[in-house]
C-alpha cells in the first residue's frame, strides 16, 4: 500500500507538472504589463477648453492611483478581494469557497478570482469560462504578483475594469454615471461603482437602480467589516441622494466641424491613435458662433421654401454651408456643412467645388489693380461677341439684367457685378495673371483657362473662397487656416501645436482698395441688402446659370463668413433667387449674432501709399464734390490717381487711355500733379 501509495504521488505530481508545463506554453508573457498603455479615449475641445466630443473604441480614461480617493481603492478591495494585500496573486481560501458553491449547485455561478486574476484576464486571457482558462489565471496572477507591486496592480485595475454604460476604469465610469471626475467622487458614489464589476449590466442603477443600491450596501458593509469606515459613515453614505449626469454628455450642432478635425488628425497619427490613444485635441471652435451658423443657415432654408412654396423646387430643401474665420489669426471659428448632418455626412464646406458665379469676381479686379488699373477706369459696357469652345460657334454673354451699361466706371462695374465689363478687363489682363493671383491666394481648385473664369466658372470650396477673401481683409496676409491649435498626447507630451501663420498674397495697398470697393457693393450694390448689420462691412454676391448656386461672402474688421446655398443635384434654387436674396440673408443672420458676441469697434484701416478721392463714375475723373449722384469716395495709390478733365486728351482711365500708358509710360501722359497738393485740394489725410 505505501508504494502504491508513493507511486501514485508520483504520478500525480508528474501529471501535474506536465499539465503545468503544456498549459504554460500557452501562457502570455507578462511583460507587458510593466508598460500599461491600454486603449484610451480621445477628447475634443472647442477654444474655451469646453469638450465637445469623445472619440473610442473604449470609453477610458487612465488616471494615475495617486490621483484617485483612497477610499476608492478600499471600496473595490473590500467589494472584490479583502485579502488581496495578503495573498500571493490567487487566494486559496475563495478558490475553494468557490468550489464548494459550484458543486453543491452544479453551475459555475463564482470564479473566486482576485484583483490580480481579474487583471490577468481582462488583459491577458479571453473571457470564456473553462477550467483551462482558470489554471492558466492563477498562474499569471502568480506572476504577475511577484512582478509588480500591489499598487501598480490596483492601478491598472481601476483603470482597465468594465464598469457598463460604456465605461472602462473608475474616471470614465465617474463621468458617466456622475458627471464628475473620480477624484470627487463622494463614499455614497464610490460605493455603488465598486458593486459594478460583478455584474455591470444587472447592477446598472440607471436599469435596476435597487440592484445597484442592494450592491452599494452589500461594498458599505465590507467596507466597515476592514474597518476602512465606521458604521455612520456606511449608514450616511447609504441614505444619501445620488444626482445623476445628465443624458446629454456633448452638444450638438458641431458635428461638422468636428468632422473636419477628425480628418486632420486621422491623416497624420491614423485611425487607430485617434480612437484608443487619449490625444487631447484642442482646437478653434466657438460654439456661440457655431450655433448662430447653424440657426442662420435653418432659418435661410426655411424661408426658401416659403418662398418656393408654389414652385417645382419645393420638394426638396436645398443644401447650405458656412465658414466663418476670425481675419487676424486665420482660425475658423464655425463651419456648417450641409443642413443635416444626420442625414448627410457630405462637407458642403470643404468638400464640395461649386460654381462661385461672380464671387469670384473680386479676384479678377484684384489683378487688374495690380496691372495698373484703377477704380476710375473706364470700360465700355456693351454686346460682345467671342469665340467659344468650338471655333464656329460664338460665345455672347450677357449681364444679369439682359442691359447694357455703356460707359462704366472699373468701380462700378464691380459694385453692380457687370459681366460684360468683367470680361473685358479679364481680356486685358490676361487670363493667367487673374489665376496667378487666385493661387497665391490659395486657391487650389483646378481654374479653367479661359475668359469664362470672369463669371465664375470654375468650382471651388467655401473654405477656400473664405480664405482668399481674409487676404483682402488682413491687408493682402493670407492666413493658413487653423482647425486645431494643439493636440496632446496621453502622456501630456504636446504633439503639435499651431500659431497663426501667413504669407504676403499682395500688395496692402490693392487689398485696401478692393475692400473699398467691396464696401460699395454693401452700400449701394448686389449686396445691400445686409446693410442693415449697422457695422462696417464689405461683400460680394454670387449667382450662377439658372440659379443653381447662390453665395455671398463677406468680412468686417474681424471676422470673415462665406455662405453657399444650392442643390446637390445641380438644379435651380427658383426665380431670383440670387446671391443677394438667398444667401446674403443667412450672411446677415449669421453676423448679427456675431457681432453682438463681440462688437465691431473699429472701420477697415487705411494702409500708408493709399489716398480717398471723389471719383464721378460717369468720366472717371476727379469730381470737385465730395458727393453727390454718381460720385464715390475710392481708394488709389499715390502712384496712379485719377486726373481731373484735360482738354483734348482721352478720358483718364478709360480703356484708350489704359492702352496708351501700356504702350509706353515715357510719353507723359497719366502724369499726376503733386501728391501734396491733391491732398490739400480733397481735405482728406
Known sequence: MAILLTVGMLLTFCIAGALYFYISLNIPAISSLAYYKPATASYIYDATGQPVARISRQNRTVVPLADLPPLLAKAFVAA????FYQHGGVDAWSVIRALIHNLRSGERGQGGSTITQQVARALLLSPEKTYSRKIKEAILAYRIDKALSKDEILHIYLNQIYLGSGAYGVEAAAQVYFGKHARELTLAEM????????APSRYSPFRHFKLAKRRQAYTLNRMTEEGFITPTQARNAFEETLTWAADQE?????????????SQVESTYGSEMLLTGGLRIHTALDQNLQKAAVMAIKRGTAKWAIRQKSSSHSASLPQAALVAMEVKNGKVKALVGGTDFGRSQFNRATQARRQPGSAFKPIIYAAALEKGM????????????LRGANPRELWEPKNFDNTFSGPTSFRNALVHSRNIVTIKILQKIGVPSAIDLAKRLGISSPLGKNLSLALGSSGVSVLELTRAYSAFANAGKLPTPIFIEKIVDSSGRVLEEHSPKFRESMDPRTAAQITRLLEGVVDEGTGKVVRELGAPAAGKTGTTDQNMDAWFIGYTPDLVACVWVGHDQN??????ETGGKA????WL?????ATRLSPVTEGFKIPSGIVILPIDNRTGLRSPAMQGENISLEAFTEDNLPLTEVSGAAN???????DMREEGEESGLGVEPEMEVLQEESGLP
Open 589 to 593: 443672420d449669421f453676423m448679427k449674432q
Open 374 to 385: 484703377t477704380p476710375a477706369t473706364m470700360i465700355v459696357d456693351e454686346p460682345l461677341q
Open 80 to 83: 472584490e478581494d479583502a485579502r
Open 191 to 198: 460605493a455603488l461603482l465598486a458593486g459594478l464589476p460583478q
Open 652 to 658: 483718364p482711365g478709360s480703356e484708350e487711355q489704359l
Open 250 to 262: 456633448f452638444p450638438e450642432g458641431n458635428s461638422y466641424y468636428l468632422q473636419q478635425v477628425r
Open 583 to 586: 444667401a446674403a440673408p443667412i
Open 571 to 576: 438644379i435651380p434654387l427658383g426665380a431670383m
